[in-house]
Nanobody, 122 residues
Framework: QVQLVESGGGLVQPGGSLRLSCAAS????????MGWYRQAPGKQRELVAV???????NYGDSVKGRFTISRDNAKNTVYLQMNSLKAEDTAVYYC????????????????WGQGTQVTVSS
């Protein structure tokens, strides 16, 4: 079993910054990709940023140039530095991990954290 635990959400004023963290634990052989998605009320969950173990990074169009994703592969942890926050960034942010529990490809699974609320408001 794999658990993802997020931290770092909260209330911030427009233009401010927040840093989210997500640590994966449990039975883990390797993690291919870790990333962040978000879901605002009444909207579909959308990609924020994802980073592979090899360093390839992908950002959602709305956050490019403002958010930065990073990983500590040794700690199975992913971070999201969010700068120049806007009201429209308000959402629940979910951590996601593409995990191999063993060396076999059949053990691959996608796991989600419980979500952390980010509210951007004055």
């Amino acid at each position: 079993q794999v658990q993802l635990v997020e931290s770092g959400g909260g209330l911030v004023q427009p233009g401010g910054s927040l840093r989210l963290s997500c640590a994966a634990s449990g039975t883990i052989f390797s993690i291919y990709a870790m990333g962040w998605y978000r879901q605002a009320p009444g909207k579909q969950r959308e990609l924020v940023a994802v980073k592979t173990s090899g360093g390839t990074t992908n950002y959602g169009d709305s956050v490019k140039g403002r958010f930065t994703i990073s990983r500590d592969n040794a700690k199975n942890t992913v971070y999201l530095q969010m700068n120049s926050l806007k009201a429209e960034d308000t959402a629940v942010y979910y951590c996601n991990a593409d995990v191999f529990v063993t060396a076999y490809s059949s053990s691959r699974g996608y796991y989600w954290g419980q979500g952390t609320q980010v509210t951007v408001s004055s």
